[in-house]
Protein backbone atom coordinates (compact mmCIF):
# COMPACT_ATOMS: atom_id res chain seq x y z
CA UNK A 1 0.00 0.00 0.00
CA UNK A 2 1.36 3.58 -0.70
CA UNK A 3 -0.02 6.21 0.90
CA UNK A 4 0.56 10.52 0.27
CA UNK A 5 0.59 12.67 2.70
CA UNK A 6 -0.08 16.79 2.44
CA UNK A 7 0.44 19.52 4.53
CA UNK A 8 0.76 23.94 4.45
CA UNK A 9 -2.70 24.34 3.22
CA UNK A 10 -4.92 27.03 4.51
CA UNK A 11 -5.93 30.75 4.07
CA UNK A 12 -3.40 33.58 2.82
CA UNK A 13 -4.35 36.98 1.35
CA UNK A 14 -4.00 37.79 -2.20
CA UNK A 15 0.12 38.47 -2.65
CA UNK A 16 0.65 36.25 -0.28
CA UNK A 17 2.82 32.71 -0.27
CA UNK A 18 2.39 29.24 0.78
CA UNK A 19 4.24 25.97 0.39
CA UNK A 20 2.80 22.85 0.58
CA UNK A 21 4.27 19.55 0.93
CA UNK A 22 3.61 16.01 -0.21
CA UNK A 23 5.34 13.06 1.42
CA UNK A 24 5.15 9.36 -0.30
CA UNK A 25 5.27 6.05 2.02
CA UNK A 26 4.74 2.25 1.64
CA UNK A 27 5.75 -0.23 -0.34
CA UNK A 28 7.16 1.66 -2.79
CA UNK A 29 10.31 0.15 -5.02
CA UNK A 30 10.64 4.08 -6.89
CA UNK A 31 8.81 7.02 -7.79
CA UNK A 32 8.21 8.00 -11.60
CA UNK A 33 6.55 11.72 -11.32
CA UNK A 34 4.95 13.44 -8.67
CA UNK A 35 3.07 16.71 -8.84
CA UNK A 36 -0.10 18.49 -7.94
CA UNK A 37 -3.77 18.93 -9.11
CA UNK A 38 -6.07 21.35 -8.19
CA UNK A 39 -10.06 21.70 -7.88
CA UNK A 40 -12.11 24.72 -7.58
CA UNK A 41 -15.48 24.90 -6.73
CA UNK A 42 -17.80 23.65 -9.69
CA UNK A 43 -14.69 23.18 -11.94
CA UNK A 44 -12.81 19.92 -13.08
CA UNK A 45 -9.96 18.97 -11.76
CA UNK A 46 -6.64 20.58 -12.97
CA UNK A 47 -2.82 20.06 -13.15
CA UNK A 48 -1.11 22.62 -11.69
CA UNK A 49 3.10 21.19 -11.86
CA UNK A 50 4.46 18.02 -12.30
CA UNK A 51 7.76 17.02 -11.43
CA UNK A 52 9.81 13.83 -13.15
CA UNK A 53 12.60 11.02 -11.82
CA UNK A 54 14.77 13.36 -13.91
CA UNK A 55 13.82 16.22 -12.07
CA UNK A 56 12.02 17.64 -15.49
CA UNK A 57 9.07 19.74 -14.73
CA UNK A 58 5.58 20.77 -16.64
CA UNK A 59 3.44 23.86 -15.64
CA UNK A 60 0.28 25.12 -15.96
CA UNK A 61 -0.01 28.68 -17.84
CA UNK A 62 -1.71 30.20 -15.15
CA UNK A 63 0.97 29.23 -12.75
CA UNK A 64 3.92 30.06 -14.98
CA UNK A 65 6.56 32.56 -12.86
CA UNK A 66 4.45 32.07 -9.70
CA UNK A 67 4.76 28.61 -8.62
CA UNK A 68 7.93 26.25 -8.34
CA UNK A 69 7.66 22.34 -7.88
CA UNK A 70 10.39 20.45 -6.34
CA UNK A 71 11.58 17.48 -4.91
CA UNK A 72 13.75 16.52 -2.17
CA UNK A 73 16.39 14.10 -2.78
CA UNK A 74 15.23 11.21 -1.93
CA UNK A 75 12.52 11.69 -4.61
CA UNK A 76 9.55 10.81 -2.11
CA UNK A 77 8.51 14.19 -0.66
CA UNK A 78 7.18 17.20 -3.30
CA UNK A 79 6.77 20.55 -2.76
CA UNK A 80 5.02 23.11 -4.20
CA UNK A 81 6.47 27.08 -3.17
CA UNK A 82 3.03 29.21 -4.69
CA UNK A 83 3.98 33.11 -4.80
CA UNK A 84 1.99 36.04 -5.77
CA UNK A 85 -1.19 34.38 -4.67
CA UNK A 86 -4.60 35.49 -6.07
CA UNK A 87 -8.11 34.89 -6.07
CA UNK A 88 -8.56 32.38 -8.80
CA UNK A 89 -5.68 30.16 -6.87
CA UNK A 90 -8.33 29.23 -4.34
CA UNK A 91 -9.14 25.28 -4.49
CA UNK A 92 -8.39 22.05 -3.15
CA UNK A 93 -4.81 20.81 -4.16
CA UNK A 94 -4.04 17.08 -4.79
CA UNK A 95 -0.91 15.40 -4.81
CA UNK A 96 -0.37 12.52 -7.35
CA UNK A 97 2.04 10.27 -7.53
CA UNK A 98 3.17 7.34 -10.14
CA UNK A 99 4.60 4.82 -8.67
CA UNK A 100 6.25 1.50 -8.51
CA UNK A 101 5.87 -0.83 -6.33
CA UNK A 102 7.54 -2.95 -4.86
CA UNK A 103 7.47 -6.81 -4.62
CA UNK A 104 4.94 -6.62 -7.74
CA UNK A 105 6.95 -4.05 -9.69
CA UNK A 106 3.59 -3.01 -11.20
CA UNK A 107 2.86 0.61 -11.52
CA UNK A 108 0.17 2.59 -9.36
CA UNK A 109 -1.38 5.91 -9.85
CA UNK A 110 -1.60 7.60 -5.76
CA UNK A 111 -3.76 10.64 -5.05
CA UNK A 112 -3.39 12.60 -1.82
CA UNK A 113 -6.70 13.28 0.40
CA UNK A 114 -6.03 17.15 -0.89
CA UNK A 115 -5.82 20.25 0.85
CA UNK A 116 -7.98 23.49 1.14
CA UNK A 117 -6.04 26.57 -0.01
CA UNK A 118 -7.98 29.70 0.09
CA UNK A 119 -6.74 33.12 -1.17
CA UNK A 120 -9.05 36.24 -0.12
CA UNK A 121 -8.77 39.23 -2.22
Known amino acids: QVQLVESGGGLVQAGGSLRLSCKAS????????MGWYRQAPGKQRELVATITSSDSTVYADSVKGRFTISRDNAKTTVYLQMNSLKPEDTAVYYCHAGVIVAVTLGYLEVWGQGTLITVSS
Open 26 to 33: GSIFSIDS
